[in-house]
Nanobody, 124 residues
Framework: QLQLVESGGGLVQPGGSLRLSCAAS????????IGWFRQAPGKEREGVSC????????YYVDSVKGRFTIFRDNAKNTVYLQMNSLKPEDTAVYYC?????????????????WGQGTQVTVSS
């Protein structure tokens, strides 16, 4: 059974940091590209960052470049999203997702498996 579980969300003040984790089980983790997505209240789900299964190449949307870092530990079957300099507009439920293949993409339609999400709230 393939499963993804997010953790690490919470309440943080603007300018603060959080590290999200996506723990995977039930599949050969290192064969899958992993993406992070988020959905704010009243908004559509959007891509944030992704990482390939081959060479570890990464992609970030413009709104988080220089602030967020995605990295993976294949030995632990876990992908992380380090979020620094958080802004109120980063407030959302954050989801991780997996797709079979080496290429990382930021399109929701390209992902086959999804976690349940973890809430991130940035507020003073």
């Amino acid at each position: 059974q393939l499963q993804l579980v997010e953790s690490g969300g919470g309440l943080v003040q603007p300018g603060g940091s959080l590290r999200l984790s996506c723990a995977a089980s039930g599949f050969t983790f290192n064969y899958y590209a992993i993406g992070w997505f988020r959905q704010a209240p009243g908004k559509e789900r959007e891509g944030v960052s992704c990482i390939s299964s081959s060479d570890g190449s990464t992609y970030y949307v413009d709104s988080v470049k220089g602030r967020f870092t995605i990295f993976r530990d294949n030995a632990k079957n876990t992908v992380y999203l380090q979020m620094n300099s958080l802004k109120p507009e980063d407030t959302a439920v954050y989801y991780c997702a997996a797709r079979l293949g080496p290429t990382a993409t930021i399109s929701l339609a390209d992902y086959d498996y999804w976690g349940q999400g973890t809430q991130v709230t940035v507020s003073s």
